[in-house]
């Protein structure tokens, strides 16, 4: 008596979707009982194309050309299509790649400021109600108090720190490194008091020029402004780093 054999497939695959509109590539699980029709209307909200303007393609786990899914009627499982395989979607609507996905081509909603200040249920309104953040009078002035009375100890250090000074410069998670101080003063680039110094080691950021106002020069990258409550000033002369040879 001859055995009847049975394949039995799962239910179930889960695929992999990439299409014309897009370079990202999706997992997703769908019913083998699904039309093609069915399936392009499901794919429709996953990549952005239309149903109707949808060519498939099937593709091995190996990304092996396979077939075409051209029949609407028929069933997904008809197909030669098992858990990793490809189905890419072909978009004939005249969509661009990218397109679904640059958000500057998307209208802005933009409320004016007088009409927002009206609203009753937004942020600001919160704010106001709670006295929190700017709009706590006392603890933004005792703010600007506490922001001032430290901008006058940066100024105090700063007049204590001559151009040619030799200094350590400390900072938080920062490692102590020795330098020159090269400028002392105010700067176009941030308010306050700043202090200009070339290190020792090629530790910095530029060469004494910044935003095209040359403040002092030096090699590139051994360059630094530092707030002067940063700067200890001392006896630390250059050290030796053995570049020469006898």
């Known amino acids: 008596m001859d055995k ?10 889960e695929v992999r979707i990439t299409s014309t509109l897009s370079s990202v590539q999706m997992m997703n699980r769908f019913n083998r009982g699904l039309t093609i029709s069915e399936l392009k209307a499901r794919l429709e909200t996953i990549v952005g194309a239309p149903a109707s303007s949808m060519e498939l393609e099937i593709f091995s786990g190996c990304d092996k050309f396979l077939q075409k899914m051209e029949n609407d009627d028929a069933l997904l499982g008809s197909y030669p299509v098992d858990d990793n395989c490809r189905i890419h979607v072909i978009d004939k609507s005249g969509g661009q790649m990218g397109e679904f996905y640059d958000v500057s081509k998307v209208e802005k909603f933009e409320l004016p400021d007088e009409a927002y200040e009206q609203k009753s249920d937004s942020v600001r309104a919160f704010l106001k109600k709670q006295r929190l953040g700017r709009f706590n009078e006392e603890e933004m002035a005792k703010k600007q108090a506490d922001l001032a009375a430290h901008e006058e100890e940066q100024k105090t250090a700063a007049s204590s720190i001559a151009v040619g000074n030799r200094c350590k410069v400390e900072g938080p998670r920062q490692p102590t490194k020795l330098a ?8 176009d680039f941030k308010p306050g008091y700043w202090v200009g110094v070339k290190y020792d080691e090629p530790l910095g950021k530029h060469n004494g020029t910044v935003n095209g106002r040359k403040y ?20 630390f002369p250059e050290e030796d780093y053995g570049l020469d040879e006898m």
């Open 4 to 13: 009847e054999v049975t394949i039995v497939s799962k239910p179930v695959v």
């Open 180 to 187: 020159t101080v090269m400028y002392v003063g105010t700067t």
């Open 216 to 235: 002092f020069e030096c090699g590139d990258k051994y360059g630094s402004f530092v707030r002067p409550l940063n700067v200890t000033v001392g006896d």
